[in-house]
């Protein structure tokens, strides 16, 4: 296996468009692609050959973003809900239900239903929505996940 230096500079670039594509947001994708390669570091003893470089990165970016996501609860069905565009013979039978989705969202209190726009809609990172209010960046997540376990549970309750 060549330098992991030359590994990085061949395919850092890769790694953080597969993680962007997964993530959709820029900060967490470079985050993930440093931990990736920590990782490879940590674990190049293991490798193989038997399959491409390429692919062993993205397995392991794949591996890091499924324990980051363990470890942080993250908007991803409310994302799912509201940024998913559907087909045309889904859309009428959707529409009620995203306008339902942000019709809730709207009438959530305050600080909560900003932090859930900046982060939907903004696609800005927990560290730059507690900048925004003066807070940290644990706060933004918790009100965050607060704001969502309870957009869920009004949700949950209609049903």
Same mark, same amino acid.
Request: with cysteine; net charge negative; proline share 3%.
């Given at each position: ?5 030359? /590994?990085? =500079? =061949? ?7 597969? #993680? ?5 947001? +820029?900060?967490l994708a470079?985050?993930? %692609?440093?931990?990736?390669?920590? =990782?490879? /570091?940590? %674990?190049?003893?293991?490798?193989? &050959?038997? @399959? ?5 990165? @993205? ?5 890091? #973003? ?9 908007? $991803?069905? /409310?994302?799912? =809900?509201? #940024?998913?565009?559907p087909s ?7 529409? !009620?239900?995203?306008?339902? *989705?942000?019709?809730? *969202? ?7 239903? +900003?932090? #859930? ?5 903004? &696609? *800005? ?5 507690g900048d /925004? ?10 009100? @965050?996940?607060? %704001?969502?376990?309870? *957009?869920?549970?009004?949700? $949950?309750? !209609?049903?």
């Amino acid at each position: 296996m060549q330098p992991m230096d030359e /590994i990085y =500079q =061949q395919y850092a670039r890769m790694v953080y468009r597969y #993680l962007l594509r997964l993530t959709r947001d +820029e900060n967490l994708a470079e985050e993930l %692609t440093q931990e990736t390669f920590y =990782q490879a /570091i940590r %674990t190049s003893d293991r490798f193989d &050959g038997s @399959c491409a470089v390429s692919t062993w990165l @993205c397995a392991i970016a794949k591996k890091v #973003l499924a324990t980051y996501r363990r470890k942080h609860p993250d908007l $991803e069905d /409310i994302d799912d =809900q509201i #940024l998913a565009a559907p087909s045309a013979e889904h859309e009428a039978m959707e529409s !009620d239900a995203r306008l339902d *989705l942000l019709r809730r *969202l709207h009438n959530l209190p305050e600080p909560g239903r +900003e932090v #859930l726009y900046l982060r939907i809609y903004g &696609g *800005l990172s927990f560290r730059e929505i507690g900048d /925004i209010f003066g807070k940290t960046e644990n706060w933004a997540r918790v009100t @965050c996940y607060r %704001t969502k376990e309870k *957009l869920r549970k009004d949700v $949950e309750d !209609d049903v």
